[in-house]
Nanobody, 127 residues
């Protein structure tokens, strides 16, 4: 079993940066892919970024490519999302997820591929 807790959200100005963290418990976390999704008010949850178990593969949504960076530190059981050049369209609740086939090279991007989810952290960008 894997439990995930996000942190690092907050209120920032357009153009600012934030780093989200996702702390995981459970000894199998390091074998799973991890991802970040977000849900804006009145909209569905959408994919943001994902990374495979050892960090060798990463994938980003077009809307964040070049601005966001996903990384992980398996020694700390933590996944990060560095967000730069934030704009109002990035305002959402951000969710951390883990799952997929253990030790797989492929990076999943569909929410149904992730079996473990955090509670979310709010990111608000004022323009």
């Amino acid at each position: 079993q894997v439990q995930l807790v996000e942190s690092g959200g907050g209120l920032v100005q357009a153009g600012d940066s934030l780093r989200l963290s996702c702390a995981a418990s459970g000894r199998t976390f390091s074998t799973y892919a991890s991802g970040w999704f977000r849900q804006a008010p009145g909209k569905e949850r959408v994919f943001v970024a994902a990374i495979n178990w050892n960090g060798s593969s990463r994938y980003y949504a077009d809307s964040v490519k070049g601005r966001f960076t996903i990384s992980r530190d398996n020694a700390k059981n933590t996944v990060y999302l560095q967000m730069n050049s934030l704009n109002s369209e990035d305002t959402a609740v951000y969710y951390c997820a883990a799952g997929g086939f253990p030790l797989a090279q492929r990076v999943p991007t569909a929410s149904r591929d992730f079996g473990f989810w955090g509670q979310g952290t709010q990111v608000t960008v004022s323009s």
